[in-house]
């Protein structure tokens, strides 16, 4: 019998941090969940000292809590292609993220594959590979970049463009992908009235096993 791995995003603040983390999943009966490492929005991160990462995991193996899920920040945006300097600040600060992902004892590490606002998707995705690509070849944990799927004008709003990215990205083997089920809703796919039929959809265009995690997500925008 599959044992299902069930859990949400809790919050990482205070002077428990990862620590309290931790509790809050376990007071829910989890046994998996999500964290960013520092604030979505901005830069500021503290030091991995400083998070009491090593008596949060402690307490998670005892908890029973078997999956550690890392999101990153919003502001990276590898597709960018407006501003050369904001590509590079976002494989630096992607890699960095990797690292801390791992040091979480994390196997996932969830993004926003990003977008171009001038170019078109074929260019965007290039741009986003060509970040990818900068950050695995040079980090050899065994965290995977778990690409989600995404609506509006991102690129990764339809499972053709992700697999457009696996194509161009050299370490396939480090790419999955995170199913966000309001963001596939939002993207024109009728999980509603057709759920089999949009995921027999994804498993020809990437596979099921390429999904790492699934973002139960009932958000009206």
């Not at 307490?59 to 990153?72: D, L, T």
Request: net charge negative; proline share 2%; with cysteine.
């Amino acid at each position: 019998m599959t044992e299902i791995v069930l859990g949400s995003h809790v919050g990482m603040s205070g002077k428990e941090m990862f620590l309290g983390s931790v509790k809050e999943a376990a007071e829910y009966g989890a046994n998996a969940l999500m964290v960013y490492t520092g604030a979505p929005q901005n830069t500021r991160r503290k030091e991995i000292g400083e998070l009491r990462l090593d008596e949060g995991l402690a307490y998670a193996e005892k908890a029973g809590i078997r999956e550690i899920v890392i999101h990153a920040p919003y502001i990276i945006n590898l597709g960018n292609m407006e501003k050369p300097e904001m590509f590079d600040f976002g494989v630096d600060f992607l890699a960095k993220e990797v690292k801390r992902a791992a040091a979480f004892h994390s196997k996932v590490l969830v993004l926003h594959p990003g977008s171009s606002l001038s170019a078109g998707v074929e260019a965007s995705v290039e741009q986003i590979a060509k970040g990818l690509n900068q950050v695995l070849n040079t980090d050899d944990s065994e965290v995977r970049i778990a690409l989600e799927t995404m609506a509006g004008s991102e690129v990764g709003r339809t499972f053709e463009e992700l697999q457009m990215i696996y194509d161009k990205v050299e370490r396939k083997d480090r790419l999955r992908v995170c199913f966000d089920t309001c963001h596939v809703n939002d993207a024109g796919y009728d999980l509603v009235n057709d759920y089999e039929g949009v995921l027999a959809q994804f498993d020809r265009v990437l596979g099921l096993d390429q999904i790492a995690v699934i973002h139960v997500n009932d958000s009206l925008t």
